[in-house]
């Protein structure tokens, strides 16, 4: 077979509801293509790329699922006795069922199935379940596509640890194929280029169009994650210079009430722009986030709870928002000691508060501010301890890492229980920590990084990436 000129074409192919189409959709990271759990669901071939940059990397055909295997290989094999007398190849007894059936129902699902690769020169991925017994029928099949002549693979589809008839599988497709094994829904990126580089060995002549794939492949997760970093940097910029201001009023205890939600409905908002904005980087356009209280993920933003899972107890909360004092006609900053840092680093650093807790806004950092105009204003900030934008960051941090290593075949919702949950922040170095809290308090002085301290952000945050690893050279 010819090198191909731009990218590898693969028949996705195997019996019905052995998982194909979760096959291909994990590895061209396309969460829109139908998934279903009744057998057929696949009724025609659909050819989808897998497309990094202005180029394709590979494209996946996702064909049906043989239905009459052992009948079409029974019309085969008597069409080739016939011929027994002109040498006829096993290729050619394929294509010559190819023509006789085209329009026989019967063999439509084979015929859509063989037309990619008898008619387009399109390899083979040959799909079965681990999970489900090897049976000897099976062998039609794969003697039918060993006959096209085409370069192929078996791709034994696990299913996380319950997986019991892998062994079976393999030793039946060794005959036929070359064999790897992968799991369509809890494959990672590093799943998805260990099976691209299996295909090296399928058929020489694609060698250097599959390495040449696999360096842009990893060009492009290197990007994502930078773009990620960035995304995570400008939403915890942003949060520690986010504010709400109004002329203080009589009432100011229902004023701040009022200027804290308004706070921190944007602060929940932005979160959540960010999240959207990482989930698009790493194209899951349609995943679901459940709401769930106690989750990481979906918990309000300083959802009491949320706080007590990285280490602070409601007594600490109530303590901490305890005012030192107040000022006559407003509310005064209160420097409030004693909250320990659930990350070991920063111990006994000042938070800010009300008088109440009111949830965790009561955290929110209140100041009274004369005007030009000699009249009074209030403001009310986020926390200004370490505490807030390190939380931040650790949701951001646990939603980014599921995000980039979730297998596009997945139509689950996307949900953490908080008890099952690690943070992330409390993993990272002594000297890391630092450098961040560093950074968080130049923000909070001037409202804003210059340029090179910007950068610096996002660079410290890009080395938090999952699967975390140097950018190749282009």
Known sequence: MSAPETSPALAVVGCVNMGKSSIVATLVEDDGILIASEAGSTRRAAAYDLRLGDGIAFTLIDTPGFQNARRALAWIEDWRKQHETEHVSATKAVHAFFEAKAEEASFRHEIRLLAPILEDGAGILYVVDGTQPYLQRYEAEMRILAMTGAPRMGVIN???????????????LRPWFKVTRFDAHGADAQDRLRLFSSLRGVDDAWAEVIDRAIQRLRTERAGRHELAAAAVAHLLIDALAMHEEAPAETNRDRQTEELSEKLFDRLREREQACRREIEALYKHHRLKRAEDALSILDADLLDREQWR????????????????????GGVADAALAGLSFPFGTLVGAAVGGLGTV????????????GTPLGGRALRVEPPPGPE?????????????HLVAGRAHARRDTLE???????SVVQTLSASTRRVLARTFEQIRRRGELDDGDRKSLISDLRALAPDHEEAPTP
Do not use: C, I
């Open 309 to 328: 899972l990285l280490g602070l107890s409601y007594p600490q909360l109530a303590a901490a928002g305890t005012a030192a004092g107040a000022a006559a």
């Open 358 to 369: 009111w949830g965790a806004s009561g955290l929110a950092r209140v100041k009274v501010l």
């Open 388 to 400: 807030f934008p390190f939380v931040l960051l650790d949701r951001a941090l646990v939603h980014w």
């Open 158 to 172: 696990l299913r996380g640890d319950n997986s019991p008839h892998a062994d079976a599988w393999e030793e039946a």
């Open 416 to 422: 953490l229980e908080a008890a099952e949950t690690s």
